[in-house]
């Protein structure tokens, strides 16, 4: 059985705070820019008008980009199961 002493604890820490400092740039230069989104339709339009300013909005500020589907809920229902 190992013990844990204060030095130990402390270079463990260090070398953790290293490893993510290091790779922190790599990790956000990995994220995607396009994702896929499957909305259920709204019972009014007024919904559907929403989210896609919603989308429209959030693609504007970060870079983004989002390919969305809006489909009626059993199509999306009979989409999702299939996966």
Do not use: H
Not at 29 to 42: K, L, M, Y
Not at 48 to 62: G, L
């Amino acid at each position: 059985m190992t013990t844990l002493s204060r030095r130990s604890l402390l270079g463990g820490s260090m070398a953790l705070a290293a490893a993510g400092t290091l790779a922190r740039p790599y990790i956000a230069n990995a994220a995607a820019t396009t994702a896929e989104v499957w909305w259920a339709q709204g019972f009014v339009p007024e919904e559907d008008e929403a989210f896609k300013q919603i989308v429209a909005d959030y693609q504007k500020a970060s870079g983004n980009t989002i390919d969305y589907s809006i489909i009626p809920f059993a199509p999306e229902r009979q989409k999702i199961c299939l996966f």
